[in-house]
């Protein structure tokens, strides 16, 4: 199973970026999936999630109408389109896949929920 994230830079605030995830190794339609981010020395953190027909999706209340999360279940590739950048949003960037039969109960708000995860983008936001 390969996830592996893209689209990460670095940009002044105000900016956007769009983040992809490839999924290779597992039925990518089968899995809901979900973005984390993970500043230095800080622990990893919930941005956003997405079901695994594209039907619901969920954001963590800091992205909530900046950042949108969609899926193209035929490239096996998910996307987080983020606009209106800001310099706290500097992290690493990871997706992770799920496939919790809770996801819609549970959002996938929570690390431990997802089975695979890829190695991180870099996103860097200058003020």
């Known amino acids: 199973v390969q996830l592996v994230e893209s689209g990460g830079g670095f940009v002044q605030a105000g900016y956007s970026l769009r983040l992809s995830c490839v999924v290779s190794?597992?039925?990518?339609?089968?899995?809901?999936m979900g973005w984390f981010r993970q500043a230095p020395g800080k622990e990893r953190d919930f941005v956003a999630s997405?079901?695994?027909?594209?039907?619901?999706?969920y954001y963590t209340d800091s992205v909530q109408g900046r950042f949108t999360v969609s899926r193209d279940n035929a490239k096996n590739t998910v996307y987080l389109q983020m606009n209106s950048l800001k310099p706290e949003d500097t992290a690493d960037y990871y997706c992770?896949?799920?496939?919790?039969?809770?996801?819609?109960?549970?959002?996938?708000?929570?690390?431990?929920?997802?089975?695979?995860w890829g190695q991180g983008t870099q996103v860097t936001v200058s003020s």
């Open positions: 992770g896949a799920s496939l919790s039969s809770n996801f819609r109960a549970t959002r996938g708000l929570r690390p431990q929920e997802y089975d695979h």
């Open positions: 190794g597992l039925t990518f339609s089968r899995y809901s």
């Open positions: 997405i079901t695994w027909n594209g039907a619901n999706t």
